[in-house]
């Protein structure tokens, strides 16, 4: 009896379904820890960044119902042709799933143990660890007895684990969305993050005016310069000018409306602490060393200049 033959839907089909469980499943992972790190932060580990769970989620609503939708298909296809559960792509792909889902939960294990030996709290451990055995466990039930479907609970993992997947997923993807919030306070943290990055220039434009004239401008229209390019910013949702008061000779004070109160994020990324200026403007709010924390609302800062710290220029 000659074997059948794969033809390109066939193909197609178990390579669309092995990239979306690949891929998936990596994201899956990915956001799982990055939601165990913010809520079991380390002072040990660096910042939280938005995208660690934003792109994880954008991809697992994607690649999620595609696969499950390319299993469906192959399924039917069997149905019709039973003949083509002897497939080769079917047959490599099966193998190669059991043999890389071995190989991810031993290299995730040697990681996650490399990383507690360096100092990452226990609780983060156990939780990962956790994890990665069901997910990894799952897998491999599930396309095991793919391969094998006449041994003993074939047909109930083959029903139960699709659904565990789904269920899995779902919870992710709703506890990563409460994490990052709604995309209006993503849209809020980024007009914050600006308000903050605009004081800091401000700031430095008034220490550059001080250097170079000895005295404090008198206001913020007077370190604007057009030759050099220095213009005064203003507030990126309103476009309002942003508060300026001269306290006295030394002192000002800058002044914002901020959507949100500052959070900090440190401690609730992965191990390894970040360079803080390296920080992803989507999420959080950062302050640098806490020079800039803000409430919701109008919030003023007060600086004053160290003439030993920033001399006068000599003309």
């Known amino acids: 009896?000659?074997?059948?033959?794969?033809?390109?839907?066939?193909?197609?089909?178990?390579?669309?379904?092995?990239?979306?469980?690949?891929?998936?499943v990596g994201a899956l992972i990915n956001l799982s820890f990055s939601i165990i790190n913010y809520y079991f932060p380390d002072n040990l580990a660096g910042y939280f960044y938005g995208n660690s769970v934003a792109w994880p989620i954008s991809m697992l609503i994607v690649?999620?119902?595609?696969?499950?939708?390319?299993?469906?298909?192959?399924?039917?296809?069997?149905?019709?042709?039973?003949?083509?559960?002897?497939?080769?792509?079917?047959?490599?792909?099966?193998?190669?799933?059991?043999?890389?889902?071995?190989?991810?939960?031993?290299?995730?294990?040697?990681?996650?143990?490399?990383?507690?030996?360096?100092?990452?709290?226990s609780t983060r451990f156990v939780l990962k660890v956790v994890l990665i055995l069901i997910v990894a466990g799952a897998l491999f039930k599930y396309y095991f007895f793919s391969l094998n479907d006449t041994k003993k609970w074939a047909r109930i993992a083959k029903k139960v684990i699709p659904w565990f997947g789904i269920i899995l997923v779902a919870a992710a993807?709703?506890?990563?969305?409460?994490?990052?919030?709604?995309?209006?306070?993503?849209?809020?943290?980024r007009f914050d993050n600006q308000r903050v990055n605009d004081l800091s220039t401000i700031q430095w434009q008034i220490v550059s005016y001080w250097q170079q004239k000895g005295k404090l401008p008198a206001s913020l229209a007077s370190t604007t310069d057009s030759i050099s390019g220095m213009i005064t910013p203003t507030d990126p949702e309103t476009k309002n000018s942003?508060?300026?008061?001269?306290?006295?000779?030394?002192?000002?004070?800058?002044?914002?409306?901020?959507?949100?109160?500052?959070?900090?994020?440190?401690?609730?990324?992965?191990?390894g602490r970040v360079m803080p200026y390296a920080v992803d403007m989507s999420y959080p709010s950062y302050s640098p060393e806490g020079t800039w924390k803000h409430d919701a609302g109008r919030t003023c800062f007060t600086r004053t200049i160290d003439p030993e710290k920033y001399p006068k220029i000599k003309q």
């Open 1 to 24: 009896m000659n074997p059948i033959k794969t033809t390109p839907k066939d193909f197609f089909l178990h390579l669309g379904a092995t990239i979306a469980l690949y891929i998936g």
């Open 63 to 121: 690649l999620i119902p595609i696969l499950y939708i390319a299993e469906w298909l192959i399924a039917r296809d069997f149905q019709i042709t039973i003949e083509k559960k002897s497939l080769w792509i079917r047959r490599w792909r099966i193998y190669l799933t059991l043999f890389l889902t071995g190989a991810l939960f031993a290299g995730d294990l040697i990681a996650l143990i490399n990383t507690y030996l360096n100092g990452e709290i």
């Open 242 to 271: 942003y508060e300026y008061t001269l306290k006295s000779d030394l002192s000002f004070e800058l002044c914002a409306n901020f959507a949100l109160k500052y959070e900090d994020m440190s401690g609730k990324g992965s191990y």
């Open 173 to 189: 993807i709703v506890i990563g969305f409460i994490t990052v919030g709604s995309p209006t306070k993503q849209r809020n943290l």
